[in-house]
C-alpha cells in the first residue's frame, strides 16, 4: 500500500469535526447534570420512586460522562497520530506512516464503537423518561 499526503490529509478535517461532535455531547451531559443537581438535591427523598428514577438517571449520566471522555481522548489522539502520519510521510518514512495511518483508523473505530454505545444509553434513558410521559396519559 502506498500511503501519500492526500490520503492521510483527507483524514484532518474529520477528526476535528468528531471531536467538535464528542465536545458538544460532553456540554449537553454536563448541563443535564446540573440541572438534576440544582433541581432535585436539596430535597431528595430517598423513598420517593421519582428519587429513585432520577439516580438512576445519574447514574447512567455518569457513564455517559465517562464514555464521552474516553471518545475525545480517542479522538485527540487520533488527530496526533494523524498529524505524525502525514511528518512520516512528509519526511519519506513509507512504513512508518503506514503503520501511523493504521493506528489513526483503529482509535477512530473504537472512538466510533464507544459512541454508538453512548446513544444507546442515551436513547434507553430517554425512554424511560417517555414512559413516565404514557403512564401520566392514560
Same mark, same amino acid.
Do not use: C, W
Given at each position: 500500500?502506498?500511503? #501519500?499526503?492526500?490520503?492521510?490529509? %483527507? ?18 451531559? &454536563? ?8 433541581? *432535585? ?5 430517598? #423513598? @420517593? ?6 439516580? $438512576?438517571?445519574?447514574?447512567?449520566? =455518569? ?10 481522548? %480517542?479522538?485527540?489522539? &487520533?488527530?496526533?497520530?494523524? %498529524?505524525?502520519?502525514?511528518?512520516? /510521510?512528509?519526511? $519519506? *518514512?513509507? =512504513? ?5 495511518? $493504521?493506528?489513526?483508523?483503529? +482509535?477512530?473505530? +473504537?472512538? /466510533? ?10 436513547? =434507553?434513558? %430517554?425512554?424511560?423518561? +417517555? =414512559? #413516565?410521559? @404514557? &403512564?401520566?396519559?392514560?
Amino acid at each position: 500500500m502506498i500511503l #501519500d499526503l492526500t490520503t492521510a490529509a %483527507l483524514m484532518l478535517p474529520a477528526i476535528p469535526f468528531i471531536m467538535l461532535s464528542f465536545g458538544t455531547r460532553f456540554t449537553v451531559v &454536563s448541563e443535564l447534570i446540573r440541572k438534576i443537581h440544582d433541581e *432535585y438535591a436539596s430535597n431528595i427523598d430517598l #423513598d @420517593d420512586l421519582r428519587a429513585k428514577r432520577m439516580l $438512576g438517571e445519574i447514574s447512567t449520566l =455518569k457513564t455517559r460522562l465517562k464514555i464521552i471522555q474516553v471518545n475525545q481522548t %480517542l479522538a485527540s489522539m &487520533s488527530f496526533l497520530v494523524n %498529524l505524525f502520519t502525514v511528518f512520516a /510521510i512528509y519526511t $519519506g *518514512y513509507q =512504513k512508518l506512516s503506514e503503520l501511523f495511518f $493504521g493506528i489513526v483508523l483503529f +482509535l477512530l473505530m +473504537l472512538a /466510533i464503537i464507544l459512541f454508538i454505545i453512548e446513544i444507546a444509553i442515551a436513547t =434507553k434513558s %430517554l425512554t424511560l423518561h +417517555l =414512559k #413516565d410521559i @404514557d &403512564s401520566i396519559d392514560k
